[in-house]
């Protein structure tokens, strides 16, 4: 069981002084490495509250939920545009990603209760 623990520790540590180096982060490079790491941490919470769902909800929400996903890519890539090519690509359309993403996971845990 200690055992256990101890691995478990192992493999949060890493997500937790990333976390922390987030909350410092400067550079360009480090804003960009947060804000993917943003997105999927937001993806992964999106996931969870999908596979909450009962079966038959999600079969009704399926295609709604397909959709959201080309319009959440769509709307990300184009709020980002601006900055094609450019070293702040990543954080504008990882950013973008992770508040859409959120704003969905609300819905999806709403539809849940």
Excluded: V
Excluded at 11 to 30: F, G, I, K, V, Y
Excluded at 55 to 73: C, F, G, S
């Amino acid at each position: 069981m200690a055992a256990g623990l101890i691995a478990a520790a192992l493999l949060l540590a890493p997500a937790a002084a990333r976390a922390d180096e987030c909350d410092h982060a400067t550079t360009q490079n480090e804003l960009n490495t947060c804000a993917e790491d943003n997105w999927h941490a937001a993806d992964k919470d999106l996931n969870d509250a999908w596979g909450a769902l009962a079966e038959d909800a999600r079969a009704k929400l399926r295609p709604e939920q397909r959709d959201w996903i080309a319009a959440r890519d769509r709307k990300c890539k184009a709020t980002a545009a601006e900055a094609e090519g450019g070293s702040m690509y990543p954080l504008l359309y990882f950013g973008c990603m992770t508040e859409e993403t959120k704003t969905r996971t609300r819905k999806l845990r709403a539809a849940a209760r």
